[in-house]
């Protein structure tokens, strides 16, 4: 089945740093990548959609500054998360879905857990 | 405003029963219908996916469309402890994205 690679898992680090999140299709390619962030007990939020040598296209309330989207490639896509607060600790996961058939399934990674001091 | 309700739960179900989970959309236009399992601290793992009107089975699990009612449903047979998660009802029409349900909360108990 479709592999949606995440790296890394899990991240600490000091306030004001940026982080950066890859997000990898492992057997197929995907145009389109997902980027969603989770809060504990929340329910997944759409942060953005990456679109494959184009700009992403962000939810309302994202900042597109704040948060950096390159999807360099068809099976590649990161977020970077500049100069991290802890309020940007969160449950960090993206998506992928085959850029073949309209009705394909989004699969997803494994999540980045990122946490801020 | 496309809108996909679930009813938080928990849902408590003794091992072995069947659970029935269910899910409700506004955008008329939606066309694939998909249902996530998450455990906590995991990200979303697919389940099922359903596009018909009808029931679709796939070993314990079965997905059912009515999009006349504009709802979709996911039964668990023999329901073990494994079972115990969030489920995420998701909802999309054409090349759009995804819409998430808030997810059904399922416990299974021994």
């Known amino acids: 089945g479709a592999v949606v690679s995440q790296h890394p898992s899990r991240v600490i680090c000091k306030s004001g740093t940026s982080v950066k999140i890859e997000c990898r299709s492992l057997?197929?390619?995907?145009?389109?990548m997902f980027w969603y962030r989770q809060f504990p007990k929340q329910s997944l939020m759409l942060m953005a959609t990456?679109?494959?040598?184009?700009?992403?296209?962000?939810e309302q309330g994202v900042e597109k500054d704040k948060f950096l989207i390159n999807h360099a490639s068809l099976t590649l896509s990161t977020l970077t998360v500049t100069s991290a607060h802890p309020e940007d600790s969160s449950f960090y996961i993206c998506s992928a879905r085959d850029i073949g058939s309209l009705n394909q399934p989004q699969h997803f990674g494994d999540g980045t857990r990122l946490s801020i001091l | 405003q496309k809108e996909v309700e679930q009813n938080s739960g928990p849902l408590s179900v003794p091992e072995g029963a069947i659970a029935s989970l269910n899910c409700t959309y506004s955008?008329?236009?939606?066309?694939?219908f998909f249902w996530y399992r998450q455990y906590s601290g995991k990200s979303p793992e697919l389940i099922m996916f359903i596009y018909s009107n009808g029931d679709k089975e796939d070993g314990r699990f079965t997905a059912q469309l009515n999009k006349a009612s504009q709802y979709v449903s996911l039964l668990i047979r023999d329901s073990q402890p494994s079972d115990s998660a969030t489920y995420l009802c998701?909802?999309?029409?054409?090349?759009?994205?995804?819409?998430f349900g808030k997810g059904t909360m399922l416990l299974v108990s021994p």
């Open positions: 990456s679109n494959e040598g184009s700009k992403a296209t962000y």
């Open positions: 955008d008329r236009g939606s066309q694939s």
């Open positions: 998701a909802v999309r029409g054409g090349y759009s994205t995804l819409t």
């Open positions: 057997d197929f390619q995907a145009t389109t």
